[in-house]
């Protein structure tokens, strides 16, 4: 079998694990402390962005450029995330629900609207090229397979330090406040740090996500972040998944990932005046998709576990 | 069925699926056609993609390559860098493309080139992508375009309309590459060379109303607004609330504003002081070819962006023909096809290019969109006239240089 | 100058706050009385747009003619919506209803890309300028997008304090249990509210369409503002919504006095976040939910 063949998935699980981030990412906000953030993209963004300038070469029409390792931009990447969340989640956490989700979608716009404008910032419509990506020199094929691989051992350690955080006390803890504030707020559990805690932690692996993003693609413009490619599909995997379930997270992810792209390799064989209405037959599916699971499978293909009875921890 | 059977079967249909995804072979050359089919520029599409598909569909009427077809698959780029990436992904690694047109947008290629197309070692060439970032792109000779960088075109509509007196203007962009690129060059070289900018705005589109942003384009007294926009987004709209509302007394436009609908849309009536400005083959007939088979084939030749994808496809099917099925070959011969020495090749002259190729001769393509002539970045100088409303359609008034 | 400001900023703005505002009553009804966001209410309001540019591809009447037809056509889709889509997770928690939501606004944008394609399309073509009414322009559809969207509202308003199902819808929005006790059908109710938000959904896009042109973006595009609007008003709160509606319009387009204009959509995001800092049950006291 011809081995370029592999190239494609091979691609696939990259873009797989860049999501799988941003879905493990949320499902601390959502699945285990019941925050309905709707500003994934804000925080991928911030994260995407810090990690190329400080990465990228320096360029006379923006700011820094700095050339530093990449390992830097990760770590800043990260970092510069949970900064930005911390003032908006001070601020927006104290909003239930839906306001919560509509206050977020609102600043992940303002922050697009930033970059799209700001040129000494961002490089604004232009943005920010020449990124450079980590085994970014080996022939085509290699450097594939190892930012696979790198990409993949990112998200083995962060599902593996969740997955750790789920079962221990933090994570009870944070269950017991989603599922009933007042009665954790009576046993004396501090509802608004715990909260704030969950939505910084989310926030800075949604910024990592976004460093993974820009140095695969070595280029960043703002048509990256568009809400619906990152904001809503994220959504609809989480849901689709589990949420709760960090398995579920990794499942959505692959699964709607695997319709979005796979689905054209059999429709882009079709005549071409089907093919173009293929691709909204694609939208179609993927929101009936999300009807059907709602409507069999509430609470998503692979549920929420009950943790804490029984478990070790 | 029981499990096992459903699950053999699901086996066979993947591989079935592998292994019935065509190999390359020396007898055929596959080209990739990527184009924004959803996304911001999907009203552009559907003539882009029509375009490149003619000019391949004339190689292979008239006998195709020497050592084969030219086969094509249609890619939706999303105008967006994941979707692109994914489809440039497919693109090289399952449909196996020798070579590829697109991708449509300026941020979809960079992201597209940069982490698939160049390191895969694959030829691309962009008809509608005009940021200048392409031009500074480490590309290693693979990427291309028959649209010129922005810089260009902004720069010479500035001299253009400095020649025909226009000294004071106020300029409206849409927030993107292509807008705010345009706007930058127009407003370098319009004040460079004497003339006064009162306002330079950009804005986003799909807002209900234009009006406040038109009232304060208005304020600095210019009586002319140059609007770097799309006829089908935001450019309408703008163009047709200050018509309505008489707040300029002259309009002009760029290619992205050239589109017959336009006309359509708010009367030629009400069009007789807009100009438009857009790329043209050198003399004429280079386009007139093209527009005669287009129109045969059912595609407005003046669509947006219609002659710069006619002229990638074609250029690449050239370049095919001219490196022996050679991927490697390609930049080198895709030059050698495009540029001068050569005996000059008009749209849809296949059948001439092939003999003269095979004779050993150089050729020299002449596009529908212009002369083709790139630089060392890949870049295409264009060639420009402005364009004034008559009747129902768009005539050349002068030659910008 | 005064008379610019009023031609230039106020009248626009006010026309763009009508179409918010009426987009915006539906989704603060739905908040109230069903308890979510309702993200598909940007894409129902381009259905409604595009089923008048149907009418008039097929009848050749003038799309005003249509526009009862395209209400009446909007509203039974909600209430279809309802029933396949949103009705069975009622009594689940409600962030499935708003993914619900976020499927039908795909599905629904994917129909109107399949039927009526990507191009803007207008009702009718041609450029109409204003009259002049000492000193103030005006176009006649100008006028008419004010005055329907005002006839609406008050019919509205006459409906929901004089009639016995407004009344009871205006108790389901207090309190739903207790409305269920005092014997209101509830699933009456639901698909009232669901007729009522798919019917002034479908008038926000039909104006918005009559005033730009048709695009199958144009209702999402218009989702942000409709909900800031809503919050802005009052949830729950049907002036509260026309005058959020109206306030938000207005901003947007005096913003481009000091902002550059790229920045007129994050208006309407910044005025959100600061209503739900300072005063979260909005002008006219909604509830919080």
Known sequence: MDLTLLNYPIFLGVLIALYALLTLGLNIQWGFAGLFNAGVAGFFAVGAYTSALLTAPPDPERILGLELPVAVGWLAATVMAALIAWPIGKVTLRFRADYLAIATIGIAEIIRLILRSEEALSGGVRGITQIPRPFGDLPYEAAQLAYLLLSWSLVGIIYWALERQVRAPWGRMMRAIRDNEAAAAAMGKDVEARRLEAFILGAAIMGLAGALYVHFMRAITPEAIDPMMVTFLVWIMLILGGSGNNRGALLGTALIWLIWSASELLTDRLPAEYATQAKYVRLFAVGLLLQIVLRWRPAGLLPERLYSIGQKG | MKPRKRSLLLALAVAGFFTATPYARAQEARVALLSGITGPIAGMAPAMIASMKLALDQANAAGGLSYGKLLYQEFDDGCNPQIATDAMTKAVNVFKATAAVGPGCSGALLAAANSVSIPAGLLLISSSATSPKITTLDDKNLVYRTVPSDDYQGKVLARALLARGFKKVAVAYINNDYGKGLADAFKAEFEAKGGTITQFRGHEDKKPSYRADLAELAKGGADTLVLFDYANSSGLTILKQAIENNFFKNYVGADGMRDENLIKTLGADNLKTFLVSAPVGEAGEAYNRFAEAARKAGIDPNATFAATSYDAAFLVALALEAAKGDKSKLPQALRAVATAPGEPILPGEWDKAKKLLAAGKEIDYKGASGDLEFDAAGDVPGSFALFGVAGNTFKELQKMN | ?289
Not at chain 3, 11 to 20: C, D, E, M
Not at chain 3, 23 to 36: M, N, Q, Y
Request: hydrophobic letters at 60%.
């Open chain 3, 1 to 289: 100058m005064i008379l610019d400001f009023i031609n230039h900023y106020l009248i626009p703005g006010l026309i763009s706050g009508a179409i918010y505002a009426l987009g915006a009553i539906g989704i603060t009804l739905i908040f109230a009385i069903l308890r979510f966001a309702h993200f598909a209410h940007g894409d129902l309001a381009t259905l409604g747009a595009y089923l008048v540019l149907a009418g008039v591809t097929a009848t050749a009447l003038s799309p005003w003619a249509l526009l009862p037809f395209a209400l009446f056509a909007t509203a039974l889709t909600a209430i279809l919506l309802d029933h396949l889509f949103y009705r069975h997770l009622e009594s689940r928690p409600k962030i499935l209803t708003v993914m619900a939501s976020l499927g039908v606004a795909l599905m629904i944008r994917a129909i109107v890309h399949i039927i009526w394609g990507v191009d803007p399309q207008l009702y009718q073509t041609g450029v109409i300028p204003p009259s002049t009414y000492g000193g103030l322009l005006l176009r006649p559809r100008e006028i008419a997008t004010l005055l329907t969207a005002l006839s609406l509202v008050v019919l509205l308003l006459l409906f929901l304090h004089h009639t016995r199902w407004g009344k009871a819808m205006r108790a389901m929005a207090d309190n739903a249990e207790l409305a269920r006790i005092c014997g209101i059908d509830i699933r009456a109710i639901t698909r009232l509210t669901w007729a009522i938000a798919g019917a002034l959904a479908a008038a926000a896009g039909f104006f918005l369409a009559i005033n730009t042109e048709l695009h199958p973006l144009m209702g999402w595009s218009a989702l942000l503002a409709m909900f800031a609007a809503a919050i802005l008003g009052g949830v729950g709160r049907v002036e509260g919504a026309i005058v959020g509606g109206l306030i938000l319009g207005i901003i947007e387009e005096l913003s481009v006095l000091i902002l550059p204009s790229q920045y007129k959509m994050a208006t309407a995001f910044l005025i959100l976040i600061l209503i739900l800092l300072l005063r979260p049950q909005g002008i006219f006291r909604g509830k919080i939910l």
